[in-house]
């Protein structure tokens, strides 16, 4: 079992529609970020967040530590946002000290 | 913003031989950077954490011999791919944190730098 899991694993949708990706862990978290991957391979950080709500233009990702689970929205979607997005939680315990997770990612394809 | 140069983004090697991939924060002092590992068409995986002045953390299953970590100054770290064989064809990322030292930086925002997509033939 992962312990990130993020749904859908791959998301078409039609330029202007406002998305949804979904992130649930299974672990404590210190942090959640939201990572963006274009085609190339480079990777942007989105947000960290260890609760509540941040706000980047049309991003907005949320998190609920209670339910374990974390949400991307892209409002007014565009051609460009298309790329992988990949949510990573930093968890620490006593037995594994720091440890890194990453979900599988989610492919968007916005199209004209 | 804070900028994060990885060198070389591409590079091709024959079996045997060993890779140097650096990875340098440009306005920044990045006291822990992080190795990753990217299959085709699989999400990152951490390899190791590097701290500055100290020695490499290694992930579960991450051979420190086969994956050299040299984390020399607060601007650089780099990894060496040492007797290169197909298998570690892959891409290679590296990240680092702007703030704060050991358990600090895991709370810190992320800079990656572009890649290296590495073939061994």
């Known amino acids: 079992k992962n312990e990130v899991e993020q749904s859908p694993q791959n998301l078409t949708a039609q330029e202007e529609e406002f998305i949804t990706i979904n992130c649930s862990y299974s672990v404590g978290i210190s942090a959640l970020h939201w990572l963006q991957q274009h085609p190339g391979g480079g990777i942007v950080s989105l947000f960290m967040?260890?609760?509540g709500k941040k706000k980047h233009g049309r991003l907005i990702a949320t998190i609920n530590i209670q339910e374990k689970h974390s949400s991307l929205h892209i409002t007014a979607s565009h051609p460009r946002d298309s790329a992988v997005y990949i949510c990573a939680v930093r968890s620490f315990t006593t037995n594994t000290g720091n440890q890194f997770y990453f979900g599988t990612g989610t492919s968007l394809t916005v199209i004209p | 913003g804070a900028v994060v140069s990885q060198h070389p983004s591409r590079v091709i090697c024959k079996s045997g031989t060993s890779v140097k991939i650096e990875c340098r924060s440009l306005?920044?002092?990045?006291?822990?950077m992080f190795w990753y590992r990217q299959f085709p068409k699989q999400s990152l995986m951490l390899m190791a954490t590097s701290n500055e002045g100290s020695k490499a953390t290694y992930e579960q299953g991450v051979e420190k011999d086969k994956f050299l970590i040299n984390h020399a100054s607060l601007t650089l770290s780099t990894l060496t791919v040492t007797s290169a064989h197909p298998e570690d064809s892959s891409f290679y990322i590296c990240s680092a944190s702007d703030q704060g030292t050991g358990g600090e930086s895991y709370n810190s925002p992320l800079h990656f730098g572009n890649g290296t997509r590495l073939t061994v033939t």
């Open positions: 306005d920044f002092q990045a006291t822990t």
């Open positions: 967040l260890s609760s």
